[in-house]
């Protein structure tokens, strides 16, 4: 595990590719509000008990910002900040919250969700208005966490 990585930090694990634009801008900052099997994810990724104790019920922000098909993601988790860049359609590297790095590339489908997957993990962050949602699968686990814009 990487000593970058803080309980609770959110990850990039936002899709990297389409050659579409998003036509919803997904520019702004969120607040998580609720999260579902947080802890039955984070051990089926390897985190230690420890770590997913004091990370489940810490409240982070997200703060997106939008260019076109560039996205700039910036997670701030208590005095922690992690920034991760990516253009859609194109391998990008990012860190995910074990703090390892990934080659990924990030698809638009429809107009409104961002999809990729990555060491077998699948990553769909989905906005409806003011509220994000961000559901990872991995096998039979569902990870969902629900952020609202702040």
């Known amino acids: 595990m990487s000593p970058q990585w803080q309980p609770g930090q959110q990850s990039c694990l936002i899709s990297c590719g389409s050659s579409l634009v998003a036509t919803m801008n997904f520019s702004g900052k969120y ?15 390897g985190l230690p008990d420890e770590l997913i104790q ?5 409240k982070g922000t997200s703060e997106i910002v939008q260019n076109g098909k560039h996205f700039k993601l910036t997670i701030t988790t208590g005095s922690k900040v992690v920034q991760n860049e990516f253009t859609l359609g194109e391998e990008c590297e990012m860190e995910t919250m074990t703090g390892e790095k990934v ?20 990553s769909v962050t989905e906005l409806n208005g003011d509220i ?3 559901t ?3 096998g039979d686990i569902v990870f969902k966490r629900i952020s609202k814009r702040i």
């Open 31 to 45: 607040q998580v509000q609720s999260q579902e099997n947080f802890e039955a994810f984070m051990k089926a990724v």
């Open 54 to 58: 004091k990370g489940k019920d810490i």
């Open 103 to 122: 080659k990924t590339v990030v698809q638009l489908e429809g107009d409104n969700k961002l999809v990729t997957t990555f060491k077998g993990i699948k």
């Open 132 to 134: 994000i949602t961000s």
């Open 136 to 138: 990872m699968t991995l």
